[in-house]
């Protein structure tokens, strides 16, 4: 079902699955399971990745991304867990990004522009007023440096107290895709189970730009991780129990109207997912330090979410 909520001015739709199209077992699902390890990861993401995105210019090439801690690098890898090596200094894996700080790195994008962009929106106290996209141009895997494009600084409408009411503490993040040049994301909210989808317009650097909420979605969990197909018919969301594939039928960013699919799973620690071709997605754990192949094939449809 759906209903309409207005939220700073607009009108936010927001979802919900039917429960009688969940499994039986709810958002658990008799379909949770171990998934089998694709590969192991190589150094560099291995240590705390929170982010993985395939390359437009290259299908063997993911970049990659490590969580607070880190220095501000990206890790170009192979579908097989390798890292490529930069020529001027193979002992440091990733390519270094000047002028970029890692505060807290959730999630990686491309856009059709070739620009890499790393998201620095980790928010778990709801607190931060400097949520910050840093964009690059995509580097040649064997770069061992680059430096930033743009930063642009965003906030959320609804926010108006830093920290957040602990009954409002919906402004954290951690998923962001792109369809085209245009950047969503997608909230992690610690409040309830829901998640709110985000597009970021005409972003302009050296202001903090205003996101545009679109639609709420009762995911039954907390979001760690989004990608877009290529074509941007389908999304890939996932929470720390369960793959959800919601698909844009319209064409128009609708995604939570059309067709739900999802698949349980039971391995810790995943906060990376992307689509590595039309059939198969992968997802990465920081915690194991893995790779995890899942054919599209597997997910149970649900119907429409609304």
């Known amino acids: ?71 501000p ?9 390798n890292v490529y090596t930069s020529v001027r200094e193979p002992e440091s894996p990733g390519v270094l990004i000047a002028g970029a700080v890692n505060v807290d790195w959730e999630d990686i994008a491309v856009d ?22 840093y964009y690059i141009d995509e580097p040649s895997p064997t770069a061992e440096r680059t430096t930033v494009k743009k930063k642009v600084f965003f906030r ?4 108006t107290e830093f920290p957040a009411p602990k009954d409002q503490f919906n402004f954290d993040a951690e998923a962001l895709f792109t369809v085209g040049t245009t950047v969503y994301l997608l909230s992690k909210n610690r409040s309830d189970t829901r ?11 050296f202001v903090t730009n205003v996101l545009t909420p679109l639609a709420s979605f009762d995911i039954g969990g907390k979001v760690t991780a989004a990608d877009a197909s290529a074509d941007g018919r389908q999304l890939v969301v996932t929470t720390y129990e369960r793959i959800w594939l919601f698909e844009d039928e319209a064409g128009d960013g ?26 198969h997605l992968l997802l990465a754990s920081e915690r194991l330090a893995s790779l995890y192949r899942v054919p599209l094939a597997d997910l149970q449809a649900h119907g429409a979410a609304h």
């Open 195 to 205: 998640t709110t989808l985000y597009r970021l317009d005409d972003p302009q650097p």
């Open 156 to 159: 959320y409408p609804e926010q």
């Open 73 to 81: 690098r990206v890790y170009p890898v192979r579908a097989d867990g």
């Open 112 to 133: 059709s522009d070739n620009h890499v962009i790393v998201a620095d929106f980790g928010n778990n106290r709801n607190d931060r007023r400097d949520l910050v996209l």
């Open 254 to 279: 609708s995604w939570f109207e059309g067709r739900v699919s999802s698949l349980g799973y039971d391995v810790r620690g995943v906060e990376a997912v992307c689509f590595e071709d039309d059939a």
């Open 1 to 71: 079902m759906l209903k309409p909520c207005v939220v700073a001015g607009c009108t936010l739709l927001m979802y919900a699955l039917p429960m009688s199209a969940l499994p039986e077992n709810g958002l658990a699902g008799a379909d949770a399971g171990v998934l089998p390890v694709h590969a192991k990861l190589g150094a560099g993401p291995a240590r705390e990745n929170s982010g993985i995105v395939r390359s437009r210019t290259r299908p063997d090439l993911f970049w990659m991304q490590n969580d607070s801690g880190d220095e």
